[in-house]
T-cell receptor, first 113, second 117 residues
């Protein structure tokens, strides 16, 4: 079946460095994408979203890039901080949202001091 | 606190028992979703409500699972005759408008962790 996946299960970066988390999706009908952050024992926390008619969107210290040609999504986090340590999921949705979000398996971001 | 709330946070039950979880969405949100998350995996969609109408159910939602949202506000998820494979985190999310529009992002609650012995 079609699903969203992430390239790396774990990513380790130095505090203060920039990090890039990648995601590949396979459903060409997906028109809405979200990045979530999940800390241990908590529900996913919304970070940033992007629609399929956009290729870049920026938030506070985060940027999401969408490449529909190769079905690739990435999350860039600038100047990583210890509080950025978490599991990051990309998720996609097609149509009106009745089928909910389809999540990948997640990338565990580890910030080293 | 104006976020999504879920109760209980933890539930331990014996196989074969029935359990019920409650979700209170953000008050002005008309869309409500239930997901299940097992260790090391991303959440998996179970079902979706728009106001009080249950509009979609995943194949994951067996006939032992039932969800309601009687007044279009809070929702309950019941699992009958629980099995060990039902052990997971059950997450609820709500959103306000059509996906892709500003304000349409899904906000998740803290989840209910179910352990079936």
């Amino acid at each position: 079946g079609e699903s969203v996946g992430l390239h790396l299960p774990t990513l380790s970066v130095q505090e203060g460095d920039n990090s890039i988390i990648n995601c590949a999706y396979s459903n060409s009908a997906s028109d809405y994408f979200i990045w979530y952050k999940q800390e241990s024992g908590k529900g996913p926390q919304f970070i940033i979203d992007i629609r399929s008619n956009m290729d870049k969107r920026q938030g506070q210290r985060v940027t999401v890039l969408l490449n529909k040609t190769v079905k690739h999504l990435s999350l860039q986090i600038a100047a990583t901080q210890p509080g950025d340590s978490a599991v990051y999921f990309c998720a996609e949705m097609a149509g009106g949202g009745a089928d909910g979000l389809t999540f990948g398996k997640g990338t565990h971001l580890i910030i080293q001091p | 606190d104006t976020g999504v709330s879920q109760n209980p946070r933890h539930k331990i039950t014996k196989r074969g028992q029935n359990v019920t979880f409650r979700c209170d969405p953000i008050s002005e949100h008309n869309r409500l979703y239930w997901y299940r998350q097992t260790l090391g995996q991303g959440p998996e969609f179970l079902t979706y409500f728009q106001n009080e109408a249950q509009l979609e159910k995943s194949r994951l939602l067996s006939d032992r699972f039932s969800a309601e949202r009687p007044k279009g506000s809070f929702s309950t998820l019941e699992i009958q005759r629980t099995e060990q494979g039902d052990s997971a985190m059950y997450l609820c999310a709500s959103s306000g408008t059509y996906p892709g529009l500003a304000g349409a992002e899904q906000f998740f609650g803290p989840g209910t962790r179910l352990t079936v012995l």
